[in-house]
């Protein structure tokens, strides 16, 4: 980076640029470079060199109709690798693996069942790592595609004051995140390097590459670009019908996305719950013939590892069918924003780990000093622990982020309102700052009221421009403010400012309908998803937990009530009454399992689960999101834990008796 800035510098004593431009052309190549060694540093470049030496060891080239596929993904997903490295990791490993695994079982240093669950994680393992650019590909589209929209309504608001493409192009690149920002710059960087003739070209070439899965956005950047051809009010309509294009297009898109999910969801509800309790069902029948062969590390890698791997894969493929939606408002502005997995105290930023991991150390201990003489009561606590740690972990890193998008929201929300009366305003001659004061009193928000207030100060009591008012340093009402997207529009507002009221009043107007048409389609599309969300809701909160918490009570009973007749039965003399039933009785065993060990196995289960099923409802909702995914997992887990003990404690209450009296009942004289 050092060598290239240097570079950098030389050149720029041997030609003169004008000022602006040349300061933009230098903190744009800046940023660009900043952002490749950024990406770089992120932990997939240890697939990037895994797939480098797996190459070198076993060279395997894919046919050609794969390896267009795979290429496609990774120059989608930004991935530094080769279609022949992918192949090459995904046999070397699973071939690795393997054959560790069948050591193992030959050497029997592990049993035939554990082995077999081992090799389906393998195969599991294995078409991840093959599928790994595809899945980068399509997180890719979801992030970026998100903010499509915001791309055009910036590239809209800003050619609505200024027919230039390149600063509209520009403009938008600036005031948006993420990798599409990026992909703007490279864009900004490449006409200016020659690579593409023009802007126009340049963008036409981009849009291209999403036609495949959003064709709305190649027709949205058509109609902007022939807006440039024409004038008058055909330019205006061109503008509004490209931001009509993208919302008309996400309403349909997720439409028809909703009325897909319908059977997937039902496969989700029958591998999270009906599956378990069918193999609970098969319990009895399988001690009959297995007895103590049965091992808990098979209870374990049946409920913790195979089943919950397999529901997350039938998740993560209907999860990449995922329509392109809204993104969420970006908080990265906001000066109270806590770092990732950290959460703010005071003055301090705290590890989020750090209380989960203090919550949890007590109770490891306890299952320690335990683990021989475990009893079903110890049990519950030890997994009550887990799910508050784990709760108290995603509460911690969300709760304060969640706080704050509201408030973006809500200032969103607010600014709308604002934008419109202004408008109105203005259009009948009024000045800025006396438009401003006319309306507070028709304003309902607290935000709203609030910015006007500190603008009008700062004109009146500070002697500000209305620019200054805005965006000085040190006394801008913006900083109060911390969205980009007002940040943007105001600067597209003052920017008009020149061209006269008329102007800056149509396009306060319009600014205000496109926020108004993309609150009502978010709005819509939540509608859309509300029903999926509320039945997994149901599930992960209620359904879940109550199921696993009565199968706890439910094999309880079953493994005390086996031992219990393999101890009574099994030395019955032949001379007795029961002599005929002595053959069918000897084949009850005893089972090695307890019921605590079960009980631990299940409760596992039931968190994963529950932070699978909440990891499905926030990839429906908001795609790519950690914010919301921690927040939808604390909510899960508290809910579901509380009913997860509570069912079991109480369904042992009202059962346990019962078992006694049977004993009781069968005990033979």
Known sequence: MHLFIFRSKKKKEEIQFPSRQKEDIKSLQYEIFQEEERLSTIP????????????????????????????????????????????????????????????????????????????FVIAAFGYYLYYYPFRLKKIYELRAGSEIVMLILHIVIYMRNFPN???????????????????????????????????EQALLSFSQRWKPSFKAFADSINAIVYSLYTSGKRRMELLDESVSIILSSLNERSNSYVLKLKTPVTMVNALGILLPTLVLTMLPIMT??????????????????????????????????????????????????????TFRFRDFFIPSYLPALIFLLPFLYFWYINFQTLSLIQSYAIISGFFISVALFSMLNSFQKIKLRKSIIEMEDEFREVLFGLGQEIDRGIPLEVAMEKIMPTLKGNYAINLLQKIISNIKYKGLTVEQAIFDKKEGAIRYFPSKLIHSILKAVVDASNKGTKIVSQ???????????????????QDKFSEVISSMQMQARILLPLICGVMNTLTYMIIEMINFLKKSFGGISLETSAAPYTSFLSMWQSVSITPATFQLAIGFYAIETIIIL????????????????????????????????????????????????????????
Not at 101 to 107: A, D, E, K
Not at 508 to 523: F, G, N, P, V
């Open 165 to 199: 493409l390149e600063g509209a192009v520009k403009f938008a690149a600036s005031n948006i995140t993420g990798p599409l920002s990026l992909d703007m710059k490279k864009l900004i960087w490449d006409v200016n390097m020659g690579a593409y003739n023009s802007m």
């Open 507 to 525: 396009i306060m107007i319009s600014i205000s309908k496109y926020l108004t048409d993309l609150h009502k389609t978010q709005e819509a599309i």
């Open 614 to 669: 909440s990891w499905f409802m926030s990839g429906i909702q908001v795609g790519v999101d950690k914010i919301s995914l921690h927040n939808e997992i604390s909510k899960n887990l508290i809910i579901g834990g509380f009913i997860y003990i509570g069912v079991s404690a109480i369904s042992l209450l009202i059962f346990a008796p019962f078992l006694d009296m049977i004993k009781m009942g069968m005990v033979p004289s």
């Open 288 to 341: 009959i013939f297995l007895g103590e062969d049965i091992p808990s590390s098979a209870i374990f890698g049946f409920y913790d590892i195979l089943l919950p791997v397999i529901l997350m894969f039938v998740i993560k493929n209907i999860l990449d069918q995922r329509v392109i939606t809204l993104p969420e408002p970006d908080i990265s502005l906001h000066p109270d924003l806590p770092p990732e997995n």
């Open 44 to 119: 997939r470049t240890l697939y990037e060199k895994l797939t480098h030496i797996s190459g070198k060891i076993l060279p395997i080239s894919p046919d050609k109709a794969t390896k267009k596929e795979i290429e496609e993904a990774i120059d989608f997903a930004h991935l530094k690798v080769t279609p022949e490295g992918v192949a090459s990791l995904t046999i070397l490993t699973a071939m690795s693996l393997c054959s560790i695994t069948l050591f193992l079982i030959l050497f029997k240093f592990i049993n035939l069942i554990t082995g077999l669950i081992c090799i």
